[in-house]
């Protein structure tokens, strides 16, 4: 089967419909290290713990974001020169020798190193005559992809070229950022896609591309070409269906085979098994070269800035693998080796770059601390690091700012990342979590050295505008918009001209200009259809609908919105297409359309589904768990987030896993189901702590706190709630922290713990009185007078209540229900210290409010008060007159307790005015209601009796006197 399919390539070959694909694997036998091989080198000569290196080598982390890594702070030129080194192999020599014969015209190549061009020297071929090599962003800005001339050989080098240092930086940037350029993408396209061979034989390339090409080969889905992938293997050989694979197979759409065998026999076989097609001796070569000794040199030149570098270059990597944690980890660890070696390049990179870090945990205080402080030490250097940190420092700080909403902060700090030339580079990198996709970088390779400082002008005004935007400052975002406009006009680079007229759009949009909306809108997607970027074309549609939906004109927005979906349909890519109707599904979503949203989450889970796009996937899961809980279809929404959440842990998402695990505990806990409530939020803490993300941790340990108030487990209430205020400490959240210092003191006083509650109140008060929040700060007063009211230091308690009343009513609380309580409490404290007069006067204040609030509850227990009041000071005339108020509305109401203790207030007030036959009949109604209820707060059994025995003997019936004496004395 194998030999058949060898003989379907040679076919291939003589008709000349076969392009040729290279990875980095057919260098293998030339001297030069595969990546990986490479890549453990340099972290084992950084002296990096075995344990490290191999997550970093798990991580499938691309070997040029790798390298841009390591170049950021050391001179990679001695590590470029490994690839500089070795000689063609067999591989090289046969595809040169297909190409000198006439049967080979293309050939693309991921490798940077110069053995292909080197073969085809070694054949006698001659550059620029008999073969072309493109490498950069000009020479493929030259190519026309629909007339490519095939008389002379073209090698394609899709990462760039060693002979040219710059345009190989350039690439490995892009590639670390995650970008591609669209002539790059076109380069793809045609190779993968719309050229005019059939095939493609795929050698030494281990599709391990993730974050350029693999999404390119993914996102083809017309005109397919057939793939023969070669996998190099010394074990045997064997062939299968390409669409077969599981794992790591970008092809799992196209048509084709893949083949296992050894690439070098291989190729042999493909070029000798049928005479004619290459003539000539050539050896099979395996070369070995001492490469190695490349990284040692490299190494030897880090001189004292070899401990530092060790640990920020493994930080850096682990920040772009999102294992952020470890990235925090060794960034301190290069942090506190430059503070010991008094290296100020060392302590300022690893400051600015903690920031970045905890900026994007969302821990800000701590961030703006480490920018701060990185751009305190920047500013004593004295080399062109100082501007590049400086930029770094003053984005990161522009970005914190703006995810804030102190747009006026950001945009200054905007401005002045404008004074430096390292705008571009840092803006495109740190804007991207906050949506604006600039890619302006394309266009560096086609202007002028003189036109550098545009090049760095434009993303800064770009980023401008889009911050007044967001806050609300149309006017300087018309005019930030305007100005990148024409420095986009002037050098050329549509991309952003398209956008700029989008955001413009977008603005005119929000003042209700809807012509000017239009009218920009327009230009958008005019410029979009013109550099054929078919996605931002569909971007535009959807936005020209969203202004006809403001105008009222369904027909219109319909009409566009179609357009937008035919487009993505038309692209071919489902991708695209999948994240055109996620979009629209969250669109419905914020309109409240949760049928609609559902339609088109639907589809386009049905459409990652198709191309196992599990990031899609998850989304659509959890947006579906959105609209089915607005709909209140609880069974749904579980389901989704659930399915969500196992997508999540599938991929690694940990931010969706998060999400997933804080929803479901709410939707636990709102359905009383503690327990699952509890699982989902204890496990929302474990990924919190493990990506570092304090803010969902204090999220996670503040719901899980108030489980157990609701399970009435005060003691783990307070643990999540202690828990909780020291996450609030650490991410300098004062609205949190005086949240958890109240939960706390509340929890200790239901503990009866007084001195803790006490301690836990005092603090509260000191955050409202440094954030300025008086009405907490009443509460506060209140808490704290009650925990010293249960002490029994009620000149204290008094204290703290007037407090809190002093400042009820300055605040005029409408409520009144700060006010209820401090009257309420006042009155208890003078009955504690006898001072009757004065519970008297706060009764009435609170009886005032209370009919004012028409609070029936209250009002009752004021009169009962004040009858006890009148009482101790032998005022027995008032006493009754409240006493029967009290009674009135206990039995409006239903209180029989209160009733009951009433009628014994009443009935001794009737004895003190030797009014005996009222007492007893007092006393008989509460005997009805003890016998109703089998108690009565207040007054126990015996001295129940004790009262009847006592207003019997008085009115002299002797029987009855007797009968409730024998009843007393029988209670022990």
């Not at 500089?84 to 040169?96: K, R």
């Amino acid at each position: 089967m194998l030999k058949d399919c060898i003989q379907n390539i040679i076919s291939s070959i003589e008709k000349k419909d076969l392009v040729v694909f290279c990875g980095a694997g057919i260098s293998k036998n030339s001297g030069l290290p595969l990546a990986n091989e490479l890549k453990i080198n340099i972290l084992t000569t950084l002296r990096v713990e075995d344990e490290d290196v191999e997550k970093i080598m798990n991580s499938n982390y691309p070997f040029e974001a790798f390298i841009e890594v390591v170049e950021q702070y050391t001179d990679i030129s001695k590590i470029l020169e490994v690839f500089a080194s070795g000689v063609p192999n067999t591989n090289h020599v046969l595809i040169a020798k297909l190409a000198k014969y006439g049967y080979l015209k293309t050939i693309f190549t991921t490798n940077f190193d110069l053995l292909i061009e080197n073969a085809f020297q070694l054949e006698g071929l001659k550059r620029n005559k008999d073969f072309e090599v493109y490498y950069d962003e000009i020479q493929f800005s030259k190519l026309d992809f629909e007339n490519i001339d095939n008389k002379i050989v073209k090698i394609f080098k899709i990462h760039g070229s060693l002979e040219n240092r710059k345009s190989l930086r350039t690439t490995l940037k892009a590639v670390a950022s995650k970008r591609l350029s669209y002539k790059r993408i076109n380069l793809l396209r045609y190779l993968f896609s719309t050229g005019n061979h059939k095939k493609v034989l795929i050698l030494g390339y281990s599709c391990s591309d993730i974050f350029d090409i693999t999404p390119q080969i993914q996102s083809v889905h017309e005109k397919n070409k057939e793939i023969i992938l070669v996998e190099h293997s010394e074990l045997g050989e064997s062939i299968e269906d390409i669409k077969l694979a599981e794992y790591n197979n970008p092809f799992k759409k196209y048509f084709g085979k893949r083949l296992t065998c050894n690439t070098a026999k291989f190729m042999e076989k493909i070029c000798c098994l049928r005479e004619g097609i290459v003539t000539g001796d050539y050896d099979i070569v395996n070369f070995e070269s001492k490469w190695d000794k490349k990284v040692d040199e490299w190494f030897k030149e880090l001189k004292d800035n070899k401990e530092f570098l060790r640990y920020f270059i493994v930080a850096g990597i682990f920040f772009d693998t999102s294992d952020t944690k470890l990235a925090i980890d060794y960034f301190k660890k290069s942090l506190n080796v430059s503070k010991e070696k008094g290296i100020k390049i060392g302590i300022s990179a690893s400051c600015s770059s903690l920031g970045e870090t905890y900026s994007l945990l969302g821990d800000y205080k701590k961030a703006i601390d480490y920018f701060k402080e990185s751009l305190q030490i920047a500013k004593k250097i004295e080399n062109k690091s100082e501007e590049l940190l400086c930029n770094s420092c003053y984005v990161g700080l522009g970005n914190i700012y703006s995810e804030l909403g102190d747009f006026n902060q950001a945009i200054e700090y905007y401005k002045k990342s404008l004074e430096f030339s390292y705008g571009l580079e840092f803006l495109n990198r740190g804007m991207r979590k906050l949506g604006f996709h600039l890619q302006s970088v394309e266009v560096v390779a086609n202007v002028s050295r003189k036109e550098d400082n545009w090049l760095d002008e434009l993303p800064c005004y770009a980023q401008l505008a889009g911050a007044y935007a967001r806050s609300g400052d149309l006017k300087n975002a018309i005019k930030y918009y305007g100005m990148a406009i024409e420095i986009a006009e002037n050098i050329g680079d549509k991309l952003v001209e398209a956008g700029s007229y989008r955001g413009l759009g977008l603005v005119y949009h929000s003042l209700e200009n809807f012509d000017s909306a239009i009218n920009y809108s327009w230009k958008a997607l005019t410029i979009s259809e013109e550099v054929g970027n078919k996605v931002e074309t569909s971007i535009c549609y959807t936005n020209i609908g969203a202004i006809y939906d403001s105008l009222g004109d369904s027909t219109k927005a319909i009409q566009y919105h179609k357009k937008s979906l035919e487009i993505a349909d038309e692209i071919g890519n489902k991708s695209v297409q999948s994240t055109c109707y996620l979009n629209l599904g969250c669109f419905y979503n914020y309109t409240g359309d949760w049928n609609r949203a559902i339609e088109y989450h639907k589809k386009s889970l049905e459409t990652a589904d198709g191309i196992g796009d599990k990031v899609v996937q998850s989304k659509c899961y959890g947006n579906l768990g959105v609209s089915y809980r607005n709909l209140g279809d609880d069974k749904n929404a579980i389901m989704y987030y659930e399915k969500a959440l196992g997508l999540a842990d599938d991929i690694g998402d940990k931010v969706t896993q998060l999400k997933c695990h804080e929803v479901l505990g709410n939707y636990y806990s709102s359905l009383e189901n503690y327990e699952i409530a509890k699982k989902y939020y204890n496990e929302g803490i474990e990924i919190a702590n493990e990506i570092g993300n304090k803010k969902a941790e204090l999220r996670c340990s503040t719901n899980i706190g108030d489980v157990y108030e609701k399970l009435n487990d005060t003691n783990s209430s307070i643990k999540y709630n202690m828990k909780s205020l020291h996450v609030a400490k650490d991410i300098g959240d004062k609205e949190k922290e005086l949240k958890y210092c109240d939960s706390l003191g509340s929890s200790y006083h239901n503990l009866k713990d007084y001195n803790n509650a006490i301690k836990y109140y005092e603090k509260a008060i000191g955050i409202t009185i440094e954030i300025g929040d008086k009405l907490n700060e009443s509460v506060c007063y209140v808490g704290l007078g009650n925990s010293f009211h249960g002490l029994s230091n009620f000149k204290n308690a008094i204290k703290y209540y007037e407090k809190a009343l002093e400042i009820t009513n300055e605040l005029k609380n409408d409520k009144k229900d700060s006010e209820i309580a401090c009257y309420k409490n006042l009155a208890s404290c003078y009955y504690y210290i006898r001072d009757f007069n004065k519970v008297i006067e706060y009764c009435k204040k609170l009886l005032e409010v209370a009919k004012k609030t028409e609070n029936k509850n209250y009002e009752l227990g004021s009169y009962e008060s004040l009858g006890k009041s009148y009482i101790e000071i032998r005022d027995y005339k008032n006493a009754i007159k409240y006493y029967e108020k009290a009674i009135r509305i206990a039995k409006q109401i239903g209180n029989k307790d209160i009733e009951a203790g009433c009628y014994i207030g009443l009935g001794i007030c009737y004895v003190n005015l030797s009014k005996f036959k009222k007492a007893l009949d007092c006393f008989l109604n509460t005997d009805k209601i003890f016998n109703e209820t089998g108690q009565v707060s207040g007054i126990s059994l015996r001295d129940h009796y004790d009262n009847l025995y006592l207003a019997y003997k008085i009115t002299g019936d002797k029987k009855n006197a007797g009968k409730y004496e024998k009843l007393k004395n029988s209670i022990k």
